[in-house]
């Protein structure tokens, strides 16, 4: 099955300064690849999300960048804002439909 | 917050017992799923039903059973089978299999065995 590495597990940065988080995958068949963000106590809740014919994407201050051929893709966050602070998960889907998720990245943006 | 709840929030079970955590949904999807959360860990499939009547299993799914009686339940019962049952549980639907990048959450419900 499918398989996603997440990095870093953490990440602190500087209010005002961009956070990167990258994610790798195995499955060459996978085709969908979204970004999931969790407050504390909270549910997973979609940020973004791109599809395999797709390189980039943007949303405000959030984009997602995808190297089909490295089968790696990233989450960037420009501006950091103190909100910004949760977890971050990337997953990949392939043909059988199933989201395989990242272990998930603790951002801390600081004050 | 709406849509998709999970009962109760919070779950203590002493070691042996069986649970059943429910999960409604008035969304009118016919795909739901049940996730297991680990800290350090992503989110991993335990079931997941694409239609009433019918269920499969994910990647965990050993120690855990559950049913589809009607389209918007989809409860998890907990057995004393599962070895390690301590965990954030999340319950999440979409409007079919092949939607699932318009997969909404519950909010989780947090299993503590005793």
């Known amino acids: 099955g499918e398989n996603v590495e997440q990095h870093p597990s953490t990440l602190s940065v500087q209010e005002g300064d961009s956070a990167v988080i990258k994610c790798t995958y195995s499955?060459?068949?996978?085709?969908?690849f979204p970004w999931y963000k969790q407050e504390l106590g909270k549910r997973p809740q979609l940020i973004i999300d791109?599809?395999?014919?797709?390189g980039e994407k943007k949303d405000q201050r959030i984009a997602v960048t995808l190297n089909k051929t490295a089968k790696h893709f990233s989450l960037h966050i420009t501006e950091t804002q103190p909100e910004d602070s949760a977890v971050y998960f990337c997953?990949?889907?392939?043909?059988?439909?199933?989201?395989?998720f990242g272990a998930g990245t603790t951002v801390t943006v600081r004050a | 917050d709406g849509g998709i709840t999970q009962s109760p929030k919070y779950l203590f079970r002493k070691e042996g017992q069986n649970v059943t955590l429910s999960c409604e949904q008035n969304?009118?999807?016919?795909?739901m799923y049940w996730y297991r959360q680990d800290p350090g860990q992503g989110l991993r499939l335990i079931y997941y039903?694409?239609?009433?009547?019918?269920?499969q299993k994910g990647d965990i799914a050993e120690g855990y059973s559950v049913s589809r009686e009607k389209k918007e339940s989809f409860p998890l019962t907990v057995t004393s089978a599962q070895k390690n049952p301590t965990a954030f549980y999340l319950c999440?639907?979409?409007?079919?299999?092949?939607?699932?990048?318009?997969?909404?959450f519950g909010p989780g419900t947090r299993l503590t065995v005793l």
């Open positions: 999440a639907s979409s409007i079919d299999l092949g939607r699932i990048n318009e997969q909404f």
């Open positions: 969304l009118n999807h016919d795909a």
């Open positions: 997953a990949a889907r392939a043909n059988d439909y199933k989201l395989s």
């Open positions: 791109i599809r395999s014919n797709v």
């Open positions: 499955d060459s068949a996978s085709n969908y």
């Open positions: 039903s694409q239609i009433v009547n019918d269920f």
